[in-house]
């Protein structure tokens, strides 16, 4: 790729009057000599994916987790949702209900787009899918914003983390968070500037957040996480659609997940030995796991 970071990413957008998904479509044909059209088709069969896990995370008793520790959220928010006005309100509401049908549906064994991991598939798919049935755009439209999101998953993976044993759960939801927000901007209409600003708006506010399973599984409190992380990906896009900047360049913020990661005890790197894992309930649940085994 051409860029390392995120201020190359947004200048060579700016000097070849480029969106951040015509950039990584280019870049991506570039280094792997497959036609753009391919590389488009692929990414769209993904998206079908996704969108296919948020409906059979809906379905009645259709994303039960094996373990039965989780299940049936989603379809309790949506219901929600259509029940009346949620305090979120109607969208949001959706994006929510989304992600996390998409997340049990990664607990119970089905198939899932890992975004930019497992752990994290549901943020994505949450907003995007709730967007494209909000204001009615082509599958060919939303695709864009899975390259554009792809873009800014690229430099976050080389320049920090995108797995939580490496640098806890900050790494995984908050750069889903960030590469959703970037892309919503895009879809929106805003420039790459924008995005990139809406990356750090994002990946501050997640800054420190551990991973800690419960009984080393991704369903308790992963799972929630990315219903709220589909919330905070549509809020930190609209603050940077308004023109709010992250006054720490957000290739900063990157370095500092980076850092934060490093320093994080093991016991918060996905171990499940400390945070939520380690409560009273989390070790009683573990055990009961167990037992059942």
């Known amino acids: 790729m051409r860029f390392r970071t995120l201020k190359e990413l947004e200048s060579i957008c700016q000097a070849e009057s480029l969106t951040i998904a015509e950039l990584m ?16 088709a692929k990414m769209s069969s993904y998206y079908q ?3 296919e896990a948020v409906s059979k995370g809906l379905e009645p008793g259709g994303a039960q987790s094996r373990s039965g520790l989780t299940g049936g959220d989603g379809l309790r928010m949506n219901e ?8 979120v309100g109607e ?3 959706k994006a929510l209900a989304y992600a996390l049908s998409v997340s049990e549906v ?23 899918v709730s967007s494209q049935e909000r204001f009615g755009w082509s599958d060919e439209k939303v695709v864009l914003g899975l390259f554009a999101a792809g873009a800014i998953g690229y430099v976050i993976a080389n320049n920090s983390f995108i797995s939580g044993a490496e640098g806890g759960c900050q790494a995984e939801v908050g750069s889903a968070i960030g590469m959703a927000a970037g892309a919503m901007v895009e879809l929106r209409g805003g420039s790459p500037a924008q995005a990139v600003h809406a990356v750090g708006i994002a990946l501050k506010n997640t800054l420190g957040l ?3 399973p419960v009984a080393g599984l991704v369903e308790i ?3 929630i996480r990315n219903g709220l992380g589909a919330v905070n990906a549509l809020a930190a896009a609209d603050m940077a659609l308004a023109g709010v900047r992250s006054i720490i360049p957000s290739d900063e913020v990157i370095g500092v997940m980076h850092e934060v990661g490093t320093k994080m005890p093991v016991e918060h790197r996905e171990t499940a030995l400390g945070g939520l894992a380690a409560t009273p309930t989390g070790r009683k649940l573990t055990e009961q796991l167990k037992a059942k085994k």
């Not at 929600?80 to 305090?87: I, K, T």
């Open 25 to 40: 479509i280019a870049e991506q044909a570039r280094e792997t000599d497959e036609s753009e059209a391919d590389i488009i």
């Open 106 to 128: 990664n607990a119970s064994m089905g198939r899932i787009v890992a975004t930019p991991t497992a752990g994290s598939c549901g943020i994505l798919p949450g907003v995007l």
């Open 221 to 223: 409190p992963c799972i």
């Open 91 to 93: 969208w949001a509401g």
């Open 49 to 51: 994916v996704m969108k």
């Open 210 to 212: 551990i991973c800690d």
């Open 80 to 87: 929600h949702v259509l029940a009346g006005e949620p305090l």
